[in-house]
Nanobody
Framework: QVQLVESGGGLVQAGGSLRLSCAAS????????MGWFRQAPGSERLFVAH????????YYADSVKGRFTISRDNAKNTVDLQMNTLKPEDTAVYYC????????????????WGQGTQVTVSS
């Protein structure tokens, strides 16, 4: 069982930055690929980024590539999402998720989810 708790959301102006963090419980954190997804009101949950268990491989949605960076610290059981040059269309609830072994773009393949953290970008 893995429990995930996100933090770091908030209100920021367009062009600004935020750093989201996800803290995971459990002793096998490095066995899980970690993903970030987001969901805007009335929309489906969309892939943002994922990172391999070792942290060696990262993948990004085209919409955030070059602006967002995913990273993890397996000693601290955390995964972060650094978001720069934020745009109003980045406004959403952001979720971290854990998937055993390999990451995926598909949310339904993830095993565990956090409760989400709201990110609002004003224009």
């Amino acid at each position: 069982q893995v429990q995930l708790v996100e933090s770091g959301g908030g209100l920021v102006q367009a062009g600004g930055s935020l750093r989201l963090s996800c803290a995971a419980s459990g002793r096998t954190f490095s066995s899980y690929a970690m993903g970030w997804f987001r969901q805007a009101p009335g929309s489906e949950r969309l892939f943002v980024a994922h990172i391999s268990g070792s942290g060696d491989y990262t993948y990004y949605a085209d919409s955030v590539k070059g602006r967002f960076t995913i990273s993890r610290d397996n000693a601290k059981n955390t995964v972060d999402l650094q978001m720069n040059t934020l745009k109003p269309e980045d406004t959403a609830v952001y979720y971290c998720a854990a998937k055993l072994y390999s990451g995926s773009w598909f949310s339904n393949l993830y095993d565990y989810w956090g409760q989400g953290t709201q990110v609002t970008v004003s224009s």
